[in-house]
């Protein structure tokens, strides 16, 4: 695998037009990349991407899923010859809606052919938005989507929407799915990520027999085999650049380097405003305790300081002249707006695997995108 570290002008010079599908330099042309139907390779913000996109009704927002560390997106659609039905993209279909799943480059044994160890947050999140921005002009679909961050993505929320906005769109919700949050050090046992040859963070030897381990539950959940553990471990997985990993590591000189300063800029930590409406998806299963234990109270902070900047401090003289009685109605209301916002998915980090799970998701996301409005609207109506 050829290691490259390409900004947006030095993908210029190697010829590669935005938009374009990607080649890989010429020493990495070694064999065609193995695609799975559906499936395109394509180039986003100076660095190749691949999108599997899927029409739908019309009027209803795309709904785009974001992969999470080291795993392609190929987890929310699965293998060509696998039962779709078990899938999340089967369910987003039968209910209407127009989808879209990102997959960032990673070391994934057949489909990129080069390492970009220092593509950053920022990168897949203007990637992101550059691909989805296209997507839904093309296909005239409305301008706000909803979003699924699965796992690490919960990461993208902030900067994502913010790349989207200056394309003229946004996020109408992020869902994050058993995902890290922008907060600092919530994911401590991502310090010990390695560094391959490529420059890329090694998932095995890191968290890989965690990822077969959450497989093997819903696996058994579903009374069959949902997805091949070695498919999954041979097709969907491989080194990631460490920068997108909840651990504020940074590639440099070959080695991976602490830079919180520097992860909290560019995952927007403190930057309540600027993120989109939230809402959560996640489990309660011992094998992902950190999720099942923290999820409601990590996001919780954000999805109830978003909608407070959003819809009360940014209106202080309505909040001044609100009455006792509307003021104690406000209190009571948003104090329960993180657990509304907020569902527990029988399951695991995988919750979304296997036929029950995937439709579950998919009914939990309309209920949660209902929920957001209804919210929205009884804040709005408190303040007024």
């Known amino acids: 695998m050829a290691v490259l570290d390409l900004n947006r002008r030095q993908v210029a010079t190697l010829g590669i037009a935005l938009g374009a599908t990607w080649r890989a330099p010429a020493e990495a042309q070694t064999r065609s990349p193995m695609l799975y139907p559906g499936e395109e390779l394509t180039e986003a913000a100076g660095y190749p991407a691949l999108v599997r996109f899927e029409p739908g009704r019309k009027g209803l927002p795309l709904v785009v899923f974001v992969t999470g560390g080291g795993v392609l997106g190929r987890i929310a659609y ?80 902030e900067p994502l929407h913010a790349a989207l906005r200056g394309r003229g769109k946004g996020i109408q919700l992020f869902i994050a799915m058993a995902a890290a949050t922008a907060l600092p050090n919530t994911l401590p046992g991502l310090d010990h990520l390695k560094p391959a040859k490529s420059g890329l963070a090694a998932i095995r ?34 080194d990631f650049p460490v920068g997108l990993a909840a651990s504020a590591m940074r590639y440099r000189d070959e080695a991976f380097v602490p830079d919180p300063a520097a992860d ?47 819809f009360v401090f940014s209106q202080p003289d309505k ?34 695997l296997g036929e029950t799970g995937a439709r579950r998701t998919v009914q939990t996301l309309k209920l949660l995108r209902q929920t957001a409005a209804d919210v929205a609207g009884e804040i709005s109506h408190l303040m007024d």
């Open 205 to 238: 030897g890191a968290y890989l027999d965690w990822l077969l381990h959450c497989l093997a539950d819903q696996n058994a959940a579903a009374g069959h085999v949902v997805l091949d553990a070695d498919v999954f471990a041979r097709e969907m997985t491989g």
């Open 78 to 157: 699965g293998p060509p010859g696998g039962r779709a039905a078990d899938f999340l993209c089967h369910w987003l279909h039968e209910d209407g809606f127009p989808s879209l799943v990102l997959s960032y480059p990673i070391d994934s044994r057949g489909v990129f052919d080069a390492a970009f160890p220092q593509f950053s947050v920022t990168d897949w999140a203007e990637q992101s938005a550059e691909i989805i921005a296209r997507y839904i002009n093309r296909s005239g679909l409305p301008a706000n989507a909803i979003v699924l961050g699965w796992s690490m993505a919960g990461r993208i929320a």
């Open 264 to 310: 909290a800029r560019e995952v927007g930590t403190a930057q309540y405003r600027a993120f989109p409406p939230l809402a959560l998806m996640t489990h309660a299963s011992a094998i992902d305790a950190r999720h099942a234990l923290t999820d409601r109270s990590t996001w919780g902070v954000y999805i109830t300081q978003q909608l407070c900047e959003g």
């Open 319 to 352: 909040l001044a002249a609100l009455s006792a009685e509307t003021w104690a109605a406000l209190v009571e209301h948003v104090r329960t707006v993180a657990a509304r916002l907020s569902a527990t998915l029988p399951g695991n980090h995988m919750f979304f």
